[in-house]
Each structure stands twice: as structure tokens, then as C-alpha cells.
């Protein structure tokens, strides 16, 4: 065999090479970024489960606002009938 084509043959096994490399290279980029856009939708859920979370904790917070309103009212309708106390009205 001569030289040349052996050269020849080396030089297109090089290319061949060069170009399984480059694709499993961009393959493997690929994969990182799937897994990278992956954790951000977890971070993206996690944040809208504590979001919402925190209406219902408003909720929670306005409901006992009313509850201790109701509860004032009534003490102060019973201090002034059982009592005789004179309570301005808080409305």
C-alpha cells in the first residue's frame, strides 16, 4: 500500500472521528440543558405552591379578623345591657 493512500485513509478515519466526537459533544450539551430547564420547572412549581399557600393564609387571617370583630361586638352589647356600661361603638 502506498503512502499516499494510506494518509489518505487516516486522514478520513480523523474526519470520521472529529465528527462522532462533535455529535456526542452537542448530545451531551443537549442533555444538560433539558436537565437544567427540568430543575427550573421544579423551582417554578415549588414557588407557586408556596405562592398559593400564602392566600390561604390570608384567608385564614381575614376570617379570624372577622370572628374577633363578631367577638368584641357581642362582649360589648353584653356589657352594655347585663352591665349598664356605657362603650362607644367601634364601626
Known sequence: MEWTILLQLLQTGSIVIGILVAMGTLRGRKDEQVVQMANI???IEY???K???NDTLRENA???GISA???HKRLDEHLRQDHGKVIPDQD
Open 41 to 43: 420547572q421544579k423551582d
Open 47 to 49: 414557588i407557586k405552591e
Open 51 to 53: 405562592i398559593s399557600g
Open 62 to 64: 381575614q376570617s379570624a
Open 69 to 71: 370583630r363578631s367577638a
